[in-house]
């Protein structure tokens, strides 16, 4: 590296036989007058501080004259190039000063969302329990409703937003492939997840729903080149030991898992690893919209209603085997689809039973699309994970909604032995996995060599 060198500069009319008298104010004994250079190739740097500047007649001349003028730049003044220090900084404090703050904004943005995605998440698992007592012979039906109806209500929101300007040309011509894949993934994840349900017991299936977590931070990984902190990881096994301790807990889970089979316990874990995959694809999909729309993100419409209709489209070749596994012959299912539409409405002499419909029903479809649009915007602007972790979280806060007198349900349940044990262990995640661990303050520092 370049030695440092002094300069000293001074540029003003003067007599041949005058003398200049720097003289360092002595008011401001600590200031000084030196300039430093480190290259050629880079900005000047120079430190430049208050000082007296005396000119002094010639000795031997007719009378001696002085005129001093106090030089200030400021207590101490910096300068890079033409511009001074205390400029740039102004300027890059702005700079860091707005990113801070969007920062600040973005991370209150996903708070919010993240609170929103978990009293819908609550509400959803609680409205299904109440929506099947009047569906109860019904479900699939249900389950039919939720995929097909779901394509005219996306798509009648994305027609609004797209004659209001929200969604552009340029969205909707998007490839078409990546929304097909998560049409696929969700009709597969649906299908061996209704499979695998048939033969486990209830108390199974949270259990083995936590390695949906799992597969998301190995996807997303691998996919997305994403890498996790130790806290991060660690945070995430305490979310899932957390809803197992909650869930297992007074339950005969284990037992549970054995009766069923090692076979269907695979098949179910296989259906999570198909949904894990969606949910990352849906993130790729937001990230490649950000570079192609050159800054822009796509609707999260566009996401839901293309990928819907492709999961129902798919969902309607597999209605056979669909419909067998929930032990209607697919011969007969137009009746049952018939039966299933009175009950739903609670209409006709097929009523008998249906109470609570369709208002029940009505309400687990409106809040069940609202958490799906509220994971899907949480997804969009953090991550699949962190939407993970926020559904997740509203396990333990639905098992003890289903311990008050709810109506329809009867007798409430009582809590498990480890709820509070788990429900403490997963909120000891979550801080962990929000933590970030401080950075210690940086000091700049000049090197030299000579």
């Known amino acids: 590296m370049t030695a440092l060198s002094q300069r000293l500069c001074f540029s003003g009319a003067t007599a041949s036989d005058g003398r200049v008298r720097f003289r360092q104010s002595k008011t401001t004994a600590e200031k000084c007058s030196i300039c430093y250079s480190f290259s050629s190739r880079l900005p000047t740097v120079a430190l430049r501080c208050s000082m007296r500047v005396e000119a002094v007649g010639p000795t031997g001349g007719g009378g001696p004259w002085e005129r001093s003028e106090d030089v200030t730049n400021g207590a101490c003044s910096y300068a890079v190039g033409d ?20 920062e600040g904004n973005k991370a209150v ?20 329990k109440l929506a099947l007592v009047p569906m109860k012979q019904y479900p699939f039906f249900l389950a ?29 011509s998007m490839p078409k492939a990546p929304f097909i894949a998560v049409g696929l993934l969700e009709a597969l994840g649906a299908a061996t997840g209704m499979a695998a349900a048939a033969i486990l017991s209830g108390a199974s299936i949270p259990i083995l729903s936590q390695t949906f977590l799992v597969w998301q931070i190995l996807l ?32 005969g889970a284990g037992n549970s898992l054995k009766e069923g089979g090692i076979f269907w316990s695979l098949l179910m874990i296989v259906s999570f690893f198909l949904q894990a995959a969606d949910t990352v694809l849906k993130e790729v999909i937001f990230l490649d919209a950000t570079r192609k729309l050159k800054g822009g993100s796509v609707d999260m419409f566009v996401v839901n209603s293309f990928g819907s209709a492709f999961q129902a489209l798919f969902i309607c070749f597999l209605l056979p085997f669909l419909s067998k596994l929930w032990g ?20 006709g002499t097929l009523s008998s039973g249906c109470d609570g419909a369709p208002l029940l029903p009505l309400l687990f ?44 349900l009867g007798v409430a349940s009582s809590l498990p032995t480890g709820f509070l044990a788990g ?13 970030t661990p401080s950075n210690g303050s940086s000091g700049a520092s000049f090197t030299t060599s000579t």
């Open 83 to 102: 511009r001074r220090v205390e400029d740039l900084a102004a300027d890059g404090g702005n700079d860091e000063v707005a990113g801070v703050s969007e």
């Open 109 to 128: 943005k996903v708070a919010v969302a993240a609170a929103v995605t978990v009293v819908m998440g609550v509400g959803n698992r609680v409205l299904y």
């Open 144 to 172: 039919q409703i939720a995929t097909f109806g779901y394509v005219i209500v996306y798509f009648s929101i994305l027609y609004i937003r797209h004659h209001a300007g929200i969604v552009t040309d340029e969205m909707l």
């Open 220 to 251: 997303s990984i691998i996919f997305l080149g994403r890498r996790y902190k130790v806290n991060q990881l660690f945070g995430c096994f305490l979310v899932t030991l957390g809803v197992i301790i909650t869930v297992a807990s007074g339950s």
């Open 328 to 347: 209607i012959p697919f011969t007969q299912l137009p009746n049952y689809l018939r039966d299933g539409a009175a009950c739903f409405l609670n209409i």
């Open 365 to 408: 479809i409106i809040v069940n699309m609202g958490f799906n649009i509220s994971l899907l915007h949480l997804l969009k602007i953090s991550s699949a994970v962190v939407s993970s972790l926020a559904s997740t979280f509203s396990v333990p806060i639905s098992i003890f909604m289903f311990t008050l007198p709810l109506p329809y």
């Open 423 to 435: 429900a403490i262990v997963l909120v000891v995640g979550l801080l962990i996995y929000t933590w």
